[in-house]
Each structure stands twice: as structure tokens, then as C-alpha cells.
């Protein structure tokens, strides 16, 4: 069975400081991977994709970067933290002929300050 | 462009009832995928089902059942005989073939009292 792990599931840090959050996907090769981002009480926004090892795609600019190391392993970070980034980020997994039918992680919760 | 709007951003239903919670999208891609997600309280999203634009037929799993109305670019979820445990925000999501991007609507509440 597939699964997969977000870490860590909260993170309070102060504006200006880094931030590197992850996600691991286990019992799948091959995935696509996503980063989404979520606003308390609003919409998920997509930020990042990837197909293949070392490839990702930004969707939105804001001020993150992501990277794909491992074929099972998704990286979100910033070397510098703004308010605007406080919210839930989710990872998410999808087979590669089936975009749209996502598997989600548990989520990290950010709050800037 | 693509967008996917809910308007509905609460609902609510007794203990037993039918749930209909509706969804309109706009693409211009031929193929798409129109998909239904559930938010947990504690933040988890769960796949509910999915709609292929391809498929006339409405997709069922379940509970769970879709009113697809490709020519108005809407689809609703149908959840039969709704549960307290049903509870949480309703999520549809547009994907279309071309690209690896996925729009969500806002999300629409609910509540399902016993």
C-alpha cells in the first residue's frame, strides 16, 4: 500500500527565519508529486509539480522553491519567511496517467509571526 | 483559462438525507477530469470520486454519486443518506490532460446533524 508522510506537522517561525518542509511517498515509484498551499478557510492553491527526479515546476511565485532529491521525496523551502506564508501546505501524490486523482498527506501547519 | 466555482460555501442536512452540493467549471480543453474531495476537520483531503468528460454516464461510488452537465460545464456530488460523519468542506477540482495543473473551488461546509 502506498503511503505518505509530511513533516513536520506544525511550524511556527518568525518572518525573515528559513523554512524547509518535506514529504515522503512509499510504495510507489514513479509519482507525480504537488505542492499545494492553503489559506485558513480558503482554496487549495497549487504551488509546485514534478514528474521525474530533479524536474519541478512552479505554478505560483511565492517567494518558495521546491526540489525533488529522491524519486520519493518532495522538498518545499525558503531562505526567508514573510506573513503571507502562514497557512496549511499539503503534499500530494498522483499517478502519472491519472492527473487530477490526488492522494494527500496529513498537511503542515506554518504560522508566521 | 480554467477556474472551478462553488457557490455554496455552507450547506447543511439532517441525519438520513440526500446531499446535493454543486460545482461549475470553465476549460477550454476537450478532455478533462472533474474530481470531488472531502476536507477533514483535522486538514486531510480524501478523493470522494471522479467525473471523466469523456463518460455521459454519472459516476457513482458508493454513497457518493455525480449529476454531470458537460453542455453547462456543472456537476454536482450527491451524497445518499448523509451521516454526521459526512461532516467537513467539499472540494471540486478541475484536470485537464494537457498539463499537470489542478484547480480547486473554494470549498463548500458541511454540516450534517444528527
Known amino acids: 500500500a502506498q503511503t505518505i508522510h509530511q513533516w513536520p506537522v506544525a511550524e511556527i517561525k518568525a518572518v525573515g527565519s528559513p523554512l524547509s518542509l518535506g514529504c515522503t511517498i512509499k510504495?510507489?515509484?514513479?509519482?507525480?508529486l504537488y505542492w499545494y498551499w492553503q489559506a485558513t478557510g480558503g482554496t487549495l492553491q497549487q504551488l509546485f509539480y514534478s514528474i521525474t527526479v530533479g524536474q519541478v515546476e512552479s505554478v505560483v511565485q511565492l517567494n518558495l522553491s521546491a526540489s525533488r532529491p529522491k524519486d520519493d521525496q518532495f522538498i518545499l523551502s525558503t531562505e526567508k519567511l514573510l506573513l503571507s506564508h502562514s497557512g496549511f501546505y499539503l503534499c500530494?501524490?498522483?499517478?502519472?496517467?491519472?492527473?487530477?486523482?490526488?492522494?494527500f498527506g496529513e498537511g503542515s501547519k506554518l504560522t508566521v509571526l | 483559462a480554467q477556474r472551478v466555482t462553488q457557490v455554496q460555501p455552507t450547506g447543511s442536512s439532517q441525519w438520513g438525507e440526500e446531499v446535493t452540493l454543486d460545482c461549475s467549471y470553465e476549460t477550454s480543453e476537450y478532455f478533462y477530469r472533474i474530481f470531488w474531495y472531502r476536507q477533514l476537520f483535522s486538514g486531510e483531503m480524501v478523493f470522494l470520486i471522479y467525473?471523466?468528460?469523456?463518460?455521459?454516464q454519472n459516476q457513482r461510488s458508493g454513497r457518493y454519486s455525480v449529476v454531470f452537465q458537460k453542455s453547462f460545464k456543472s456537476i454536482s456530488l450527491v451524497i445518499s443518506a448523509s451521516q454526521p460523519e459526512d461532516s467537513g468542506t467539499y472540494f471540486c477540482?478541475?484536470?485537464?490532460?494537457?498539463?499537470?495543473?489542478?484547480?480547486f473551488g473554494d470549498g463548500t461546509q458541511l454540516v450534517v446533524k444528527p
Open positions: 510504495g510507489k515509484s514513479s509519482p507525480n
Open positions: 467525473q471523466p468528460s469523456f463518460d455521459t
Open positions: 500530494a501524490w498522483s499517478l502519472r496517467g491519472n492527473t487530477g486523482q490526488l492522494y
Open positions: 477540482a478541475l484536470s485537464a490532460n494537457s498539463n499537470n495543473r489542478i484547480f
